[in-house]
């Protein structure tokens, strides 16, 4: 699989309609690069740091018209999409959310964030249920988490089992949190035996200062490709060569002893 990784701003007015436009842009080249997956940061299509009010006048069913307008640029330029968008449920719940699609269009999964950060999340959004899906894209099994998500080691680790080879996960992830980039994705990806593709905003918004660094983990340990800090395309083959190259080598997932951490899903 070949990966692009769109590291943006964003519309600085926080419009669907344009983000939307970026996106067909960046789909556009991406295809151009031989790319067959594009994989945009978290709450891409209006922002992140907007405030209950605002989430919920643009927050839309997963296949809302958004989703369609995405289906379209997904099969205009035939390469697979993921991205980070507000959504609304039957019953009103709005969740930071993240969808799936393959070249044609199709929806393969719709992920919900599960792990919160801090009062921005909660004061916006209803936590999902992380219920650990994987889908085939693009010859890979994909698996979906969102920002902070990944942080957590049984997240990854949940996808892993489920027999995922790669975690897209898009982020607004912002100063000073570097080490996630620089330290936890490489890590996560080594000690889960596959690739962790980490897609993060750029620029400013509100109080946050997004740091960029848009980054692929690698099984074998270390980044793939690290962006700087501003505005990026960035490309990243992921093989099933690696994978198994890293596989062979990292001995965490055959030797994991369950047993022993039952007392991990207690509370403290």
Do not use: W
Not at 129 to 158: H, N, Q, S, W
Request: charged content about 20%.
């Amino acid at each position: 699989m070949r990966l692009a990784m769109l590291q943006t701003a964003g519309d600085p007015e926080n419009r669907p309609s344009v983000n939307l436009d970026i996106l067909e842009r960046a789909a556009a080249r991406a295809a151009q690069g031989g790319a067959d997956l594009l994989l945009a940061p978290e709450m891409f299509l209006t922002g992140y740091n907007i405030g209950r009010e605002a989430a919920e006048a643009v927050a839309e069913p997963a296949d809302g018209a958004s989703a369609v307008r995405a289906a379209q640029i997904a099969s205009t330029h035939n390469v697979a999409l993921c991205y980070g968008y507000p959504e609304r449920d039957a019953a009103g719940l709005i969740y930071n959310s993240a969808l799936l699609l393959d070249r044609d269009g199709r929806q393969l999964l719709n992920f919900r964030k599960t792990h919160l950060f801090g009062d921005l999340d909660r004061a916006m959004f209803a936590p999902g249920a992380g219920t650990a899906e994987v889908a085939e894209v693009a010859g890979m099994k994909a698996g979906l988490l969102i920002c902070y998500d990944v942080e957590f080691p049984e997240a990854v680790r949940a996808l892993a089992l489920n027999g995922a080879d790669l975690v897209l996960v898009p982020t607004a992830n912002m100063k000073p949190y570097d080490a996630v980039s620089l330290y936890i994705v490489p890590a996560r990806a080594f000690e889960s035996e596959l690739f962790i593709a980490y897609a993060n905003r750029c620029g400013s918004e509100g109080e946050l200062d997004y740091m960029g660094l848009s980054c692929v983990g690698d099984p074998s340990g270390g980044n793939l490709v690290l962006a700087g800090d501003g505005e990026e395309l960035v490309f990243a083959d992921l093989t099933t060569e690696a994978l198994e190259r890293g596989r062979s080598l990292n001995t965490h997932m055959r030797d994991r002893l369950p047993e022993v951490y039952g007392r991990l899903v207690g509370s403290r």
